[in-house]
């Protein structure tokens, strides 16, 4: 059974930085895809950032230059950066392989 367990969320003033943490346990198929998605209250779920099996890097346009995403071993990583109020939200730790999976979500939240 797959499972997804985030971490290192919790509140920062503006300009601060967190970093997630994501590790991942029972993953029996190739990982296709993983990576971070979060939702703001009254929002859609959207994406972050996410890398594929073929080696892309993906990053929303509102976090380019500010977000890192990273992987070892079996935890990938978020490094955020220069965060601003508009970056809080529930962040959710994704993975595809045969199916979707969800983490149970971490909340990060900024004050301005």
């Known amino acids: 059974q797959v499972q997804l367990v985030e971490s290192g969320g919790g509140l920062v003033q503006a300009g601060g930085s967190l970093r997630l943490s994501c590790r991942y346990s029972?993953?029996?198929?190739?990982?296709?895809?993983m990576g971070w998605y979060r939702q703001a209250p009254g929002k859609q779920r959207e994406l972050v950032a996410t890398f594929t099996r073929g080696g892309t890097t993906n990053y929303a346009d509102s976090v380019a230059g500010r977000f890192t995403i990273s992987r070892a071993l079996n935890t990938v990583y978020l490094e955020m950066n220069s965060l601003k109020p508009e970056d809080t939200a529930v962040y959710y730790c994704y993975q595809n392989t045969n199916r979707d999976y969800w983490g149970q979500g971490t909340q990060v939240t900024v004050s301005s």
């Open positions: 029972g993953t029996i198929f190739s990982i296709n895809a």
